[in-house]
């Protein structure tokens, strides 16, 4: 039966990227005919790179208020922190004996966070696609919401996936779908449509925060970059404009259009006349999530309860997966 799993790190902000490639997205599948659907704040994730230890409890709860506020149910899915469900970590050690070295130094993910210092790069960050792996598979998900960044780990959850039913001769974990789709699986920097738009970026207004008030919102999107030229009328016409392409894919996914539906509507305008209508647009959108989130935000032991809850809900699917597992490896117990 199709089960739908996906996470996000409870590292900093929420921004814009996060919301339109992984959040809106989960919210639909919500509400879609899956049997499940398994939404985590992945903390254990987020400490392979060191986080003060209050600021992630907090970075945890906020990102819990994020995922309510954007409009996931704890009534349809499930809602977890990961550290709460340890059969996570429990399975993501079998597959670190699954999972081969040089599998892992191929992921651009990791040569990217850990620089040219790859020696000082903590073990769990090279580590990080196999506990991904096994995040999505103790619960035999098989459809993976994220966005275009996450692709190469999902192949790799794949190939963990084969090679364990291949070693063990059986057909137990599924081969996961990656659900990359609409128009805005990689948003881009807002000063450089070239780069992705990322918590890391030592530029605020490089991103839209979720937790930006309307002000910020708009003057960060009257100060994008942007080029000369009037919007075209069919999206063949962005192709070498990376900046304007992106504030199109942005409309284009915060009204829920294609984006020659947009440009049908505003092709020929200027961009003096498209940042405010793009302004107003995510004000819209981002407004009332970032007060919801504010609100939950002040209660709480309310969201350590849905957490509580969630992690007692997924442990009745996790449970029993690990110890087939467990079986099929020829642990005793
Ligand atoms: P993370 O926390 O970096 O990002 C969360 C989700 O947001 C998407 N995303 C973007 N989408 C479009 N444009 C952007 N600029 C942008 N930036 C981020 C990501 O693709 C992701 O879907 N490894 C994952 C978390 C994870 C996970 C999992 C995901 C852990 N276990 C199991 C799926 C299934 C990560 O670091 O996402």
Same mark, same amino acid.
């Given at each position: 039966?199709? $089960? ?20 809106? $997205? ?28 209050? @600021? ?30 340890? @059969? ?88 996961? @779908? ?7 699986? $990689? ?57 304007? $392409? ?55 032991? @309310? ?31």
């Amino acid at each position: 039966p199709p $089960r739908v799993f996906s996470g996000i790190q409870p590292s900093g902000d929420l921004h814009l990227g996060n919301y339109l490639g992984a959040l809106q $997205r989960f919210v639909r599948m919500q509400d879609e005919a899956y049997e499940q659907t398994v939404f985590c704040m992945v903390d254990l994730h987020a400490i392979t790179v060191w986080q003060d230890p209050k @600021e992630l409890a907090h970075s945890t709860r906020e990102l819990a208020a994020g995922f309510i506020a954007s409009g996931l149910s704890p009534e349809k899915s499930i809602l977890i922190n990961q550290s709460q469900v340890p @059969e996570h970590a429990q399975l993501a050690w079998i597959f670190n004996c699954v999972a081969r070295m040089g599998w892992m130094q191929r992921m651009t993910q990791f040569k990217d966070k850990a620089g040219k210092n790859a020696e000082k790069a903590s073990l769990g960050l090279f580590a990080y696609p196999a506990l991904m792996a096994a995040d999505i598979l103790i619960y035999h998900a098989t459809h993976v919401p994220v966005g275009e960044d996450q692709k190469q780990h999902l192949e790799l959850t794949r190939d963990i996936a084969a090679k364990f039913n291949h070693d063990y001769g059986v057909d137990f974990f599924p081969l996961t @779908e990656p659900v990359i789709e609409g128009a805005a699986t $990689r948003v881009m920097s807002l000063r450089d449509g070239t780069k992705k738009m990322s918590k890391s970026d030592p530029s605020d207004a490089s991103r839209i925060n979720m937790t930006d008030d309307a002000d910020a919102i708009a003057k960060k999107i009257r100060k994008a970059k942007t080029d000369p030229d009037a919007l075209p009328s069919e999206a063949k016409g962005l192709e070498q404009r990376p900046e304007a $392409r992106n504030l199109v894919n942005i409309y284009a996914a915060l009204s829920d259009q294609s984006v020659d539906q947009v440009l049908a509507e505003v092709g020929g305008q200027q961009f003096g006349a498209f940042k405010p209508m793009l302004a107003d647009l995510a004000v819209a959108k981002l407004s009332p999530i970032s007060t919801e989130m504010a609100r939950l935000m002040a209660e709480p032991d @309310e969201i350590d309860k849905i957490l509580a809850r969630g992690a007692a809900q997924a442990r009745e699917i996790t449970a029993p997966i690990l110890q087939k597992t467990y079986d099929i490896i020829g642990m005793v117990r």
